[in-house]
T-cell receptor
Framework: DAGVIQSPRHEVTEMGQEVTLRCKPI?????LFWYRQTMMRGLELLIYFNNNVPIDDSGMPEDRFSAKMPNASFSTLKIQPSEPRDSAVYFCASTTTGSGANVLTFGAGSRLTVL | AQSVAQPEDQVNVAEGNPLTVKCTYS??????LFWYVQYPNRGLQFLLKYITGDNLVKGSYGFEAEFNKSQTSFHLKKPSALVSDSALYFCAVRDIQTGGGNKLTFGTGTQLKVEL
């Protein structure tokens, strides 16, 4: 298995532009998580899905952020419009109920810089 | 609510010496506890977990952690540190009583630096 695949690895954009981050979880995993990592706030859970359904989006900072999971093998995190304070590394992670409780497999992350 | 605290931003240790990275937790019920490691420009990798049973948990790369319920701690340890252990270490908790699905809460991370 190739693991959790995230794209793009790096994104530089200007304030006000739309940003879309993509994630392909491990095949067979039924949970998918989006985290954001910054020096100031550490690792924050933004949203997670179970069987493609959003379960908890309480960590999504603002209406500018949205996430979808149209099928079991793909999820997107969209920021529109983007702001400099959104600059961070965004991680996607997946797991399965049968994995022995919460052993998350993380992707390599998408480093976003908003100018 | 569930939370973890990692009181040290950085830990420095000489290669060959034992290392300890500290973690304390807070949950309403009983915890699931985890350690993850992050190398530069990489995602987090699972090291070990405590679910139930033996308080001393052994994990990858020679790491172990001890669950102490009375002190609400789950410190990460290794008897002999290697330079290659230098990385960012995260403690995480899930409260199994309050549910919340598979939601993990991570600590702020501790940078481990092992020097020759």
């Amino acid at each position: 298995d190739a693991g959790v695949i995230q794209s793009p690895r790096h994104e530089v954009t200007e304030m006000g532009q739309e940003v879309t981050l993509r994630c392909k979880p491990i095949s067979g995993h039924d949970y998918l998580f989006w985290y954001r990592q910054t020096m100031m706030r550490g690792l924050e859970l933004l949203i997670y899905f179970n069987n493609n359904v959003p379960i908890d989006d309480s960590g999504m900072p603002e209406d500018r952020f949205s996430a979808k999971m149209p099928n079991a093998s793909f999820s997107t995190l969209k920021i529109q419009p983007s702001e400099p304070r959104d600059s961070a590394v965004y991680f996607c992670a997946s797991t399965t109920t049968g994995s022995g409780a919460n052993v998350l497999t993380f992707g390599a992350g998408s480093r976003l810089t908003v100018l | 609510a569930q939370s973890v605290a990692q009181p040290e931003d950085q830990v420095n240790v000489a290669e060959g010496n034992p290392l300890t990275v500290k973690c304390t937790y807070s949950v309403s019920g009983n915890p699931y506890l985890f350690w993850y490691v992050q190398y530069p420009n990489r995602g987090l990798q699972f090291l070990l977990k405590y679910i139930t049973g033996d308080n001393l948990v052994k994990g990858s790369y020679g790491f172990e952690a001890e669950f102490n319920k009375s002190q609400t701690s789950f410190h990460l340890k290794k008897p002999s540190a290697l330079v290659s252990d230098s990385a960012l270490y995260f403690c995480a908790v899930r409260d199994i009583q309050t549910g919340g699905g598979n939601k993990l809460t991570f600590g702020t991370g501790t940078q481990l630096k092992v020097e020759l």
